[in-house]
């Protein structure tokens, strides 16, 4: 089976909560349940397996919210690594114009610029040896 490129990001999220966590994965899979065929049970430690692995590439919103409740990871994180949109976002999106969507998208795309600059910039500064004056440069 090929490795999904599209949702390694979800997949490394998953088992490194999972591990933080210290969980097996039958111990995670107990956790998560999923709603096949209309009745909820726990999946299978070979399905959490096979989701951490990358081989289950379009996780269903409801497998994305159990994940989050059962791991505490933020479900807005979530769905980002699964690079999937939530359904309220979803909804939310269907009811703007095209002009707002883009003024909606520029205002997202302005806030991750900012974050990645203010992480590159925590970082140079760990690395640095301060300045006469107590200073970084």
């Known amino acids: 089976m090929q490795r999904s490129t599209h949702t390694d990001e979800f997949a490394k999220l998953v088992r490194r909560k999972r591990k933080e966590l210290g969980l097996t994965q039958q111990q995670a899979a107990q956790r998560i349940m999923t709603d096949e065929d209309e009745e909820l049970r726990p999946i299978t430690q070979s399905y959490l397996a096979d989701i951490e692995t990358g081989h ?71 690395g640095r040896a301060p300045l006469r004056g107590g200073k970084k440069d």
């Open 56 to 126: 289950h590439p379009h996780p269903r919103p409801h497998l994305i919210e159990e994940f989050a409740r059962a791991l505490g990871i933020d479900r807005y994180v979530l769905y980002l690594a699964a690079r999937t949109v939530p359904p309220e976002v979803a909804d939310q999106l269907a009811r703007l114009t095209i002009e707002e969507r883009e003024a909606a998208w520029a205002v997202f795309m302005r806030a991750i610029k900012e974050a990645e600059a203010e992480k590159k910039a925590r970082e140079q500064g760990k």
